[in-house]
């Protein structure tokens, strides 16, 4: 008699999409086998590279991951990028099923003039550079003493008050050190943060916005005339609590008078941006904005009033955009692997056997972790059925996590395990309870993040590091 053999499966992207798609596939009664693959060293995904240093709440988040992966009945195998190292038609020959948890990395493009100036950044380039991830560059550009945020989200809020916080009051987390140095010598004053839409519209969370006024030594500034309510908008407060904390906070910030902080964040509503100004050199001048009014269902015209605000630079955080894989069908347009419920859609429309999706690739930047999870039981639900029909198998004969270790090895690849993120964790622990004695009263630090791919792979192996610049670790 045949011996039965587990349903091997593949999941890209080891954030909380992938951690939690893993996690209730293990648990959904099939006898399955679970490799979890991702492109960095480290786990975690944004909870590790798009998660503000500053967000304890949040970061505890890693905790129910880290206890997901702990286990051990889910491999991860990190440092692989599936696409290069390996592709998609290799992986599906060695798995029953894959599953793309993959996030989204880019930022959403905006179409107005002027975003080509040098000084105009996408937010999720910023997040992962203040984040320590390290396939970015070491240093950034930060010599505008004002600068302007477009957009209403809580993406905007961390870049602002990255942007305003002194950095001797970000000493206690985990930000990398070169990041630290980089923003002590800001000179920035004044944080410009505009949204099109109202106080009833904006996308902040209250406990976001609430936070935001409690930075030392920066103010935070609402405008009167910023305040409109149509029709929409107060069906909108009466219909969600949060909606009603976020226009409470709001409200509040307005009513403050005395504002002496040597820095502020404005906080400007009804202002649609028009365009990106630029100086004789080429630099960022200002940003132009159009005045707009509410229309009585909550959406907004303009007005034909422009407003110029002096800046010198801009940052666009109006949302996040999914990356195209090779080999797996994208829509360029809404930024997703085209799905239906997570079975993976081919060009002629139908699902792709064995071929699934979760998370933010599969719905759009959309939600927070109780979305992702709910996310992860429908696309799971989905794969339980093909499977318990028989519709899932390999292409190849040579199936599972053995199999996927040959090849990485036969190819080079210097691939990261479970006990090699132990190690590295360990270790940005250990830099953080060293940097402590040098911060003195500020530390110890929670971690000191190892910044470079060379330094966290080899620390993963074992390996000595003498010679590798791990970036902003304090030398003896």
Known sequence: MTEKKPLNVAVVGAGPAGIYASDILSKSGLD????????????????????APDHPRIKQIIVALYKILQRGDIRLLGNVNIGEDVTVEELHEHYDAVIFATGADRDHPLDIPGVELPQVYGAADFVSWYDGHPDYPREWPLEAKEVAVIGVGNVALDVSRMLAKHVEDLLVTEIPQNVAEGLAKSPITDVHIFGRRGPAQVKFTPLELRELGKQPDVDVIVYEEDFDFDEASEGAIAGSN???QVVKALTNYAMEEEHEASRRIHIHMFHSPNAVLAD????????????TRL?????????????ETPVQAVYRAIGYF????????????????PNMGGRVLGDDGEPILGIYATGWVKRGPVGLIGSTKSDAQET???????????KLKATSDNVGHEAMLELLDSRSIAYTTWHGWEL???YEQQLGEDYGEVIGDRGPRERVKVV????????SHGKDIDGIDLIGVPEE
């Open 242 to 244: 949060q909606t009603k």
């Open 322 to 337: 999914s990356s195209p894989i090779e080999g797996i069908p994208f829509d360029h347009v809404r930024g997703i692997i």
């Open 280 to 291: 004789d050199d080429g630099n960022v001048a200002a940003i132009r904005t159009e005045r």
């Open 380 to 390: 799971i639900g989905h794969l339980v059925e093909d499977a318990q029909a028989g």
């Open 424 to 426: 590295l964790n360990a």
């Open 295 to 307: 229309t009585g269902d909550g959406s907004v015209e303009g007005t034909g009033e422009f407003v």
């Open 32 to 51: 399955v086998s679970i490799d979890l693959f991702e492109r960095l060293p480290a786990p975690y995904g944004l909870v590790r590279y798009g998660v």
């Open 452 to 459: 470079s791919r060379n330094a966290m792979t080899s620390i």
